[in-house]
């Protein structure tokens, strides 16, 4: 690309107060083996809220502890991985302009069984300025069954929910929000792979803590609808299961099989993995050959698959369902309470069908892109609504548009890219496969579904055309809202391949030359990194901006900026 384009300063809508995006929250997970950073753009009218950015930082805060004493102690070398990784975050924070009174650092188990937590907080808040709040046992089951519950439709239901953490494991039966029963017990991956080099050892003395806890005469006691697992160390040990790895069939799943999986596996499937994941470990001398669903955690991955293959045996469990949300988004929905006084986390079900398909396919980089390709698809929109409802709007409306539109489009930019999975030829046809056929969206009738599929569809590639749009499965004025709201979406979707970090603030204005939409960069991908000049983007993108204008009958203009 050529030349930065011009600057203009007066372009930018102005900020919220104090600089800061008052729809940002986050929130940071202190945990044994990672350190994690969440970023949600929240909508303030319903309080449901979308991904922006996830950040992790492997620590390992036990990795290194004297365990001489009763407590460990978090020795000086963990507490200076754990400043740096939390300087990262906060340096992102700020970068984001997230309000402090909008984010919260919670620690877990390390932290809380440590010897000596007052020096760990006392250097993050000397060191950082930054306070943290240390989660008891039930605290933290409870933050974990509030995030679950963003995720699955199971308020009514009486439920069993189980997080793998590095240094303990939590276990919580709730209903309608309220716990019932809570408990956390000292068995996580990272502590049983240090303690227990001998998997036999280790299952006698998951079988001894589990037993001792009483916690298998708690669960007969309340009628279990379900069994939902969260953390990172399940969603990989179900992701394994998903994509053939416990059957030695990785990469022979067919696409079709695994695209109607919707998070969840049984206890032979769990044994499965366990099986060869021990097989791999003897075969390659103690350790287990890194897989791509495994990454880094691959070195704690056995103990892991071991502790839950022992609770499903203990507890009686025969199927569990996976949770793409835990703790740090259950301390976003607490969060969202605070501030929105309507906030209700059982609404918004039809969404959580969206975010939870969306989570299923998409990786953490497809997410951050998705939430940036809306957040400009939303400028958008209410500019053309404002407009058209002021009487100011152009003569390519023939259709109102209305809250369940933005829905629409929101969902499409969630949905768009989920068919990479299977392979980057052709994979919006892909997405619009697995939307229209794969019976994921609920609370959505058959022509919504049918027009967030077809969005996705024609998000990029070849232009709609009328033919796409079969009379018999859309309304005329879906047809009409689908012209719009494509056309919106693949200049969205258009502005992602500029490889933006992330964006400050969008503007989108009409003019007596028609629209204009200027967009402020934050980090820039990489020094050096040139911005497209107006010519160049016009140049890339000939057929959206045209496409745009015979929709609308005004030319749209686009700059972008660096902050």
């Known amino acids: 690309m050529s030349a930065n384009l011009p600057i203009l300063p007066n372009a930018?809508?102005?900020?919220?107060?104090?600089?800061?995006?008052e729809n940002l929250f986050a929130a940071v997970d202190i945990g044994t083996n990672s350190f994690k950073l969440l970023v949600v753009r929240a909508d303030p009218s319903t309080g449901r809220f979308l991904t922006v950015d996830r950040f992790k930082e492997r620590v390992l805060l036990g990795l290194d502890t004297n365990t001489t004493t009763t407590s460990a102690t978090i020795s000086n070398a963990s507490l200076l991985r754990a400043t740096t990784a939390l300087r990262k975050f906060q340096k992102l924070l700020q970068s984001h302009r997230v309000p402090s009174s909008h984010s919260r650092l919670v620690a877990t188990s390390a932290v809380r069984e440590a010897s000596n937590p007052s020096k760990f907080l006392q250097t993050i808040d000397e060191t950082l300025g930054l306070k943290v709040d240390v989660l008891s046992g039930?605290?933290?089951?409870?933050?974990?069954?509030?995030?679950?519950?963003?995720?699955?439709?199971?308020?009514?239901?009486?439920?069993?929910?189980i997080d793998i953490g590095g240094g303990s494991t939590e276990f919580v039966i709730g209903k309608e929000g309220q716990i019932l029963f809570s408990i956390s017990l000292a068995l996580g991956h990272v502590t049983?792979?240090?303690?227990?080099?001998?998997?036999?050892?280790?299952?006698e003395h998951i079988k001894v803590i589990i037993r001792a806890s009483g916690l298998n005469e708690k669960v007969k006691h309340y009628n279990i609808d379900k069994v939902i697992g969260s953390?990172?160390?399940?969603?990989?040990?179900?992701?394994?299961?998903?994509?053939?790895?416990?059957?030695?069939?990785?990469?022979?799943?067919?696409?079709?099989?695994?695209?109607?999986?919707?998070?969840?596996?049984?206890?032979?499937?769990?044994?499965?993995?366990?099986?060869?994941?021990?097989?791999?470990?003897?075969?390659?001398?103690?350790?287990?050959r890194t897989q791509g669903f495994f990454k880094k955690r691959s070195e704690f991955i056995v103990a892991?698959?071991?502790?839950?293959?022992?609770?499903?045996?203990?507890?009686?469990?025969?199927?569990?369902?996976?949770?793409?949300?835990?703790?740090?988004?259950?301390?976003?929905?607490e969060k969202l309470g605070e501030v929105f006084d309507n906030y209700d986390p059982r609404a918004n079900a039809r969404w959580r069908s969206v975010t939870r398909l969306a989570t299923r396919f998409n990786n953490k980089q497809h997410m951050k892109s998705a939430a940036l390709c809306f957040s400009v698809a939303?400028?958008?929109?209410?500019?053309?609504?404002?407009?058209?409802?002021?009487?100011?709007g152009s003569d390519g409306f023939f259709v109102s548009l209305?809250?369940?539109?933005?829905?629409?489009?929101?969902?499409?930019?969630?949905?768009?890219?989920?068919?990479?999975y299977a392979g980057k030829k052709g994979y919006h046809k892909q997405s619009y496969h697995i939307i229209a056929k794969g019976d994921h969206l609920h609370g959505y009738n058959a022509e919504e579904v049918k027009l967030i599929a077809l969005l996705v569809r024609h998000h990029r590639k070849k232009l709609p055309e009328c033919d796409h749009v079969v009379p018999e499965e859309l309304t005329e004025e879906m047809r009409g809202k689908f012209r719009i709201l494509c056309a919106i979406l693949r200049v969205s979707a258009a502005l992602e391949k500029l490889q933006l970090v992330n964006i400050h603030n969008v503007d989108f204005s009409h003019t007596c030359e028609g629209y204009k939409l200027v967009l402020e960069a934050g980090n820039l991908p990489f020094p050096g990194y040139v911005l497209p000049s107006v010519k160049d983007?016009?140049?890339?993108?000939?057929?959206?901006?045209?496409?745009?204008?015979?929709?609308?009958?005004?030319?749209?203009s686009i700059a972008v900026t660096s902050s």
């Not at 209410?382 to 009487?391: I, N, P």
């Not at 809250?403 to 890219?417: G, M, S, V, W």
Request: include cysteine; aromatic fraction near 8%.
């Open 12 to 21: 930018i809508s102005i900020p919220a107060r104090n600089g800061t995006s």
């Open 138 to 161: 039930l605290e933290e089951a409870r933050l974990i069954y509030k995030g679950i519950l963003q995720f699955h439709p199971v308020h009514d239901r009486t439920v069993l929910t």
């Open 192 to 203: 049983l792979t240090q303690k227990f080099p001998e998997v036999t050892e280790m299952r």
């Open 231 to 288: 953390s990172g160390t399940i969603r990989n040990i179900e992701k394994a299961i998903c994509r053939g790895y416990a059957s030695n069939m990785e990469g022979n799943v067919g696409i079709s099989e695994e695209s109607r999986r919707d998070w969840s596996f049984t206890t032979d499937e769990l044994k499965g993995l366990v099986e060869r994941l021990s097989e791999e470990e003897r075969r390659v001398g103690g350790k287990v």
């Open 304 to 333: 892991g698959a071991v502790l839950l293959e022992e609770i499903f045996e203990e507890l009686k469990i025969e199927e569990m369902e996976v949770s793409g949300y835990a703790l740090g988004e259950g301390v976003i929905a």
């Open 378 to 392: 939303k400028e958008m929109f209410d500019g053309l609504r404002k407009g058209y409802e002021s009487g100011n």
């Open 402 to 420: 209305e809250d369940k539109d933005l829905e629409y489009l929101e969902a499409a930019c969630l949905l768009q890219k989920i068919g990479l």
């Open 537 to 556: 983007f016009e140049t890339e993108h000939v057929k959206e901006l045209e496409h745009f204008r015979m929709v609308f009958q005004e030319r749209l």
